[in-house]
């Protein structure tokens, strides 16, 4: 049936209408705001490219989680930044890393029971080259590099469980190394981790949208780029396959990452896998649309709302994001 019978209009009118049959919501408590950890007391530093983000000593993170819970916000993902890094990424996986100094700190604190602590499991924020895994060079010709995936599987277990010990309610793997959940998982029940689960960004894409958050974390590849591991952008069935082996390794959730310019990436997971699937609206996405504020160039508020429906709309039941706070405030 089709005009005048038919008008698409009619239930537009009020708010009341729009709201009764919104097919969409935006929720708090589906939300995961980023921090990222620094030594230090009383350290708030804010990323040049990242107006609103800061580098956080423990303390002042503990701060931040207790606004977090006052604004109904799902949980934190935890970054750190070592005082110092190594070949070997000790600050990863070291007992007194800043990340597990920081768990213990928000572990303790009963009033933070409600968020998710959620622990980035990866070496590049620890690594001096700023790779995510175990780098081999030839002395001859050093531009020659390679990623070293197996070698690298011990350490990212290692790190996973030293993060669950300091009180980490999910590991999330993002190194992109092939069969690091395998790994994690089977290291995870060797230490009686067996109720940690999983997240794992499955599908991790190469991306130029990542360059705001190498300086919030300072883990830029000092030699080449990491496209001998992250995905290639233009896959969308590799990506399938990506989080298949993930699932079947034992992954509890997946994270598409980045968010905007990889909807259909998110909308194809969400037909093919019955998990739970997570977004991440990566530090340029962020950055991108704060410039256009900063300008006047976009309506802070609505730009920002849309942005993270249109994520939830592709199927992604949480969204990693650093507008986190504000949008729980509107919402
Ligand atoms: C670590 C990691 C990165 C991001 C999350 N985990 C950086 C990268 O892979 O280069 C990016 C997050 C963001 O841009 O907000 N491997």
């Known amino acids: 049936m089709n005009f005048p019978v038919t008008r698409m209009r009619r239930m537009r009118r009020t708010e009341s209408l729009r709201a009764l049959v919104r097919e969409t919501r935006l929720h708090p408590g589906a939300v995961i705001y980023p921090l990222f950890l620094c030594p230090g007391e009383g350290v708030r530093k804010e990323i040049g490219s990242m107006p609103g983000v800061f580098n956080l000593s423990v303390d002042e993170a503990v701060k931040e989680a207790e606004s977090c819970v006052e604004l109904g916000i799902g949980g934190l993902l935890l970054f750190g930044l070592p005082s110092e890094k190594d070949e070997q990424a000790t600050g990863a996986w070291s007992e007194d890393g800043i990340v597990q100094q920081g768990l213990r700190a928000l572990k303790s604190n009963r009033k933070l029971d409600s968020l998710v602590t959620i622990a980035d499991v990866c070496l590049c924020e620890y690594t001096s080259h700023g790779h995510c895994g175990i780098v081999a060079r030839d002395a001859a010709h050093p531009a020659d590099f390679h990623v070293e995936n197996d070698a690298s599987l011990e350490l990212l277990a290692r790190t996973a469980v030293s993060l669950a010990k ?133 309506e802070p508020e609505r730009a920002m709302l849309e942005s993270l429906l249109s994520i939830r709309r592709a199927g992604a039941d949480f969204i990693v994001t650093y507008f986190a706070k504000e949008a729980a405030r509107l919402l």
């Open 166 to 298: 300091a009180g980490a309610d999910v590991v999330a793997p993002s190194d992109m190394m092939d069969g690091r959940v395998q790994a994690i998982r089977s290291a995870l029940d060797d230490a009686r981790l067996e109720d940690t689960p999983i997240l794992s960004y499955a599908a991790k894409f190469a991306s130029a949208f990542y360059g705001p958050f190498r300086d919030a974390a300072d883990s830029a590849p000092q030699f080449g780029d990491r496209r001998s591991y992250q995905m290639d952008g233009a896959n969308l069935r590799e990506a399938m396959r990506e989080i298949d082996l993930d699932l079947a390794e034992g992954a509890d959730m997946i994270l598409m990452k980045p968010a905007l310019p990889y909807l259909d990436v998110i909308r194809a997971a969400r037909d093919e896998f019955g998990v739970p699937l997570g977004a991440y609206q990566v530090s340029g996405e962020y950055c991108m649309l704060q410039a256009a504020f900063a300008r006047g160039w976009l």
